[in-house]
């Protein structure tokens, strides 16, 4: 799966890539960004989605861990919130009792500079990491989906709107499967998109089956 990232490009960058991107106030452009982000840590980033509003490019920062729109206790969710990092790309393809199937159209992308994977090697205590990256590429996007909870702030008790994000895995191809060699969840990868189907991924229209299968299969 993928539980770490990096990102260490300074925002204002985000705009050389998608030249009408909005950036929501609620995001400081001296976001301190990190060499290593770890997923369990539920941090925010900066996350590019389609606002549904006013059908611009937004962006804004979100928590690393989808928390259900139904969810009505966010505390109470914590411990399941490991298991929403990522989400599984034959569920959203295929599985319609799948919550990743029924947000599947709330579509975002992740900026990352790269991503961390860790190899088991047999005799060895400890797994070997691998920092991996598209060469000649500063930042790149992996695909996402989005939740957005309303939660009652602890000062005021009005309700505000919580924004989460996941990951999208597949089945990882023959070089991360030498990579990601072990645990529960070993032989996935994250999606690594060209810029064509990055910019279809937030297009501003839902995806049809033909489109979804060609973008995450």
Same mark, same amino acid.
């Given at each position: 799966?993928?539980?770490?990232?990096?990102?260490?490009?300074?925002?204002?960058?985000?705009?050389?890539?998608?030249?009408?991107?909005?950036?929501?106030?609620?995001?400081?452009?001296?976001?301190?960004?990190?060499?290593?982000?770890?997923?369990?840590?539920?941090?925010?980033?900066?996350?590019?989605? %389609? /606002? &549904?509003?006013?059908?611009?490019?937004?962006?804004?920062?979100? *928590?690393?861990?989808? +928390?259900?729109?139904?969810? #009505?206790?966010?505390?109470?969710?914590?411990?399941?919130?490991?298991?929403?990092?990522?989400?599984?790309?034959?569920?959203?393809?295929?599985?319609?009792?799948?919550?990743?199937?029924?947000? %599947? /159209? &709330?579509?975002?992308?992740?900026?990352?500079?790269?991503?961390? *994977?860790?190899?088991? +090697?047999?005799?060895?205590? #400890?797994?070997?990491?691998?920092?991996?990256?598209?060469?000649?590429?500063?930042?790149?996007?992996?695909?996402?989906?989005?939740?957005?909870?309303?939660?009652?702030?602890?000062?005021?008790?009005?309700?505000?709107?919580?924004?989460?994000?996941?990951?999208?895995?597949?089945?990882?191809?023959?070089?991360?499967?030498?990579?990601?060699?072990?645990?529960?969840?070993?032989?996935?990868?994250?999606?690594?998109?060209?810029?064509?189907?990055?910019?279809?991924?937030?297009?501003?229209?839902?995806?049809?089956?033909?489109?979804?299968?060609?973008?995450?299969?």
């Amino acid at each position: 799966m993928c539980y770490d990232i990096s990102f260490t490009v300074e925002l204002r960058v985000l705009g050389d890539y998608f030249p009408d991107l909005v950036f929501d106030e609620q995001i400081a452009f001296d976001f301190e960004a990190g060499t290593h982000i770890i997923g369990h840590s539920h941090g925010n980033h900066p996350i590019i989605f %389609r /606002n &549904r509003d006013d059908h611009q490019l937004h962006c804004r920062l979100m *928590e690393w861990g989808c +928390i259900p729109f139904y969810v #009505k206790d966010v505390k109470g969710f914590a411990r399941q919130r490991t298991s929403m990092l990522n989400a599984r790309s034959e569920r959203i393809l295929g599985d319609k009792s799948s919550y990743w199937f029924k947000i %599947r /159209n &709330r579509r975002c992308l992740v900026p990352v500079k790269g991503i961390y *994977e860790h190899r088991a +090697i047999k005799g060895w205590k #400890k797994k070997v990491p691998y920092f991996i990256t598209i060469p000649a590429q500063p930042m790149f996007f992996l695909p996402g989906l989005y939740s957005v909870v309303e939660t009652p702030d602890m000062e005021t008790g009005e309700l505000q709107q919580l924004y989460t994000y996941t990951i999208i895995t597949r089945a990882a191809n023959g070089l991360m499967k030498n990579i990601h060699n072990d645990g529960d969840n070993k032989n996935r990868m994250p999606l690594f998109l060209t810029k064509e189907l990055s910019d279809r991924w937030i297009a501003d229209a839902d995806l049809t089956e033909e489109e979804f299968s060609k973008i995450l299969d």
